[in-house]
T-cell receptor
């Protein structure tokens, strides 16, 4: 039981490049979330999903897209990276209506130059 | 939208002393208040949570109190140990949806 895993752990992009972050969970959770963490600002919700095939915007969705084609996976895409997207990205999952606790992955450190 | 304020941003205590972190929230509809601990280089991990129908919850050395009228909740750690040193986040949400986090408190426990 690996819990929540994230790929990759580190990435450096140039401005304008694109990339996809992968999150996978093996706990059969319904809900999945993507957050970014910046110094002094805690975690901010980018997008979330309440089930396979559904996604919704969080606090800071601009510049990001997501997809949830399979229940266990949640992908975060950056179509045209900007330096303002330099951050640590965390994925989380939860049971949803039957359990609110969120389980977090180890994070991906992204630097955009 | 919901806003969560957390104080202090940094807290330094002597081993064995107590530590208290306070948070306020703005949305009176919030009904779930978790606390997360984040160690260096790792993702946050839930340490305790409380729902709005409960005023206090305790788990060994950790306790959380909730005042719905004043819209604030607090984390209390007693008999602190060096391994309690970490960043702590409070959060508020409605049934776990769109969780809003505080900015975090960096706790140092000096041996």
């Amino acid at each position: 039981n690996a819990g929540v895993t994230q790929t990759p752990k580190f990435r450096v992009l140039k401005t304008g490049q694109s990339m996809t972050l992968l999150c996978a969970q093996d706990m059969n959770h319904e809900y999945m979330y993507w957050y970014r963490q910046d110094p002094g600002m805690g975690l901010r919700l980018i997008h979330y999903s309440v089930g396979e095939g559904t996604t919704a915007k969080g606090e800071v969705p601009d510049g990001y897209n997501v997809s949830r084609l399979k229940k266990q996976n949640f992908l975060l895409g950056l179509e045209s990276a900007a330096p303002s997207q330099t951050s640590v990205y965390f994925c989380a999952s939860s049971f949803g209506e039957t359990g609110y606790e969120q389980y977090f992955g180890p994070g991906t450190r992204l630097t955009v130059t | 939208g919901e806003n969560v304020e957390q104080h202090p941003s940094t807290l330094s205590v002597q081993e064995g002393d107590s530590a208290v972190i306070k948070c306020t929230y703005s949305d009176s509809a919030s009904n779930y208040f978790p606390w997360y601990k984040q160690e260096l280089g790792k993702g946050p991990q839930l340490i305790i949570d409380i729902r709005s129908n409960v005023g206090e919850k305790k788990d060994q050395r950790i306790a959380v109190t909730l005042n719905k009228t004043a819209k604030h909740f607090s984390l209390h750690i007693t008999e602190t140990q060096p391994e309690d040193s970490a960043v702590y986040f409070c959060a508020a949400s409605i049934k776990g949806f769109k969780t809003i986090f505080g900015a975090g408190t960096r706790l140092f426990v000096k041996a």
